[in-house]
């Protein structure tokens, strides 16, 4: 999703998921890092950013470990692509769509009454009348941990692209189900086996970080809930990330070690 030549990948995607607000014609890519108004503000740092031909805004982020205060970031985020619109001199206020999409490989909320419910579409809304206030600000959760059907029970393609988005690690050849050109084509990209030696390398230590940071914290776990300790030197080494100080003076504060402070840097953003 996130390269200019891809991005009839993500125009599919999108076109999928937002199928009640029209057609996504194009897109453009635009710069990841947002800086706040003043020194003070900390910056923003999107996976992927762009706007379409209308001028509406889309952030796309893919989560794959679960964060504390998910939904406040969410919004954070958003303010940065509202604010951006206002205009020098007079200006009437009129903003452009704001659409912040969240892939997830965790669940966001524990609500057993919808355990099934994969797609969460979030908007302003009347209270009493439960009728849409404001629609150009819009919050979508897919949560793919729960999308559980099997290859011979997907049907729209849709269900293909939350099928892929899951397995993707795990298929070596592309089934005939998913035999189209769009899907073609993210198999090609996604095949580690054409990565150059220093792309490979990147995907791997990313990889190797990943499991190392989960395999510490995993003794800490007690029914999902983390130790108090550990739970400390996590916030702590989050705050000093965030305030831009270097790994080994992160690890020295906290006790953590370098992979999990690595670890911990893709959270921050």
Known sequence: FGEEANKDLLIDFLNELLTDKGK????????????????????????????????????VEMQRAKQDYFKDRSLYYAT?????????GDWNYQLKGVYSIAITDFLIDD?????GKIVHDIRLIEKET???FYDKLRFIYVEIKKFDKTLEEIES?????????????????????LQEKV???????A????????QLQSYRDSEKNYLDFTASLETSFNEGKIEGKVEREIEIAKNFISLGLDN????KGTGLTIEQIEALRKEVR
Do not use: M
Not at 248 to 251: K, P, R, V
């Open 24 to 59: 996504i014609i194009d897109l453009t890519y635009l710069k990841s890092e947002h800086l706040g108004t003043t020194d003070l503000d900390r910056k923003a740092i999107f996976d992927l950013y762009c706007e379409n031909e209308k001028g509406e805004k889309f952030i």
């Open 248 to 251: 080994a003076t992160i690890a």
């Open 111 to 115: 609500d057993k009454a919808n355990r």
């Open 157 to 177: 393609h849709f269900d293909k692209w939350l099928y892929v988005l899951k397995n993707l690690v795990k298929i070596e050849e592309i089934p005939a189900k």
């Open 183 to 189: 899907f073609k084509k993210l198999f090609q990209i």
């Open 130 to 132: 439960h009728k849409i």
């Open 191 to 198: 095949e580690i086996a054409r990565f150059d030696e220093k």
């Open 80 to 88: 940065f692509p509202i604010q951006e619109q206002a205009k020098r």
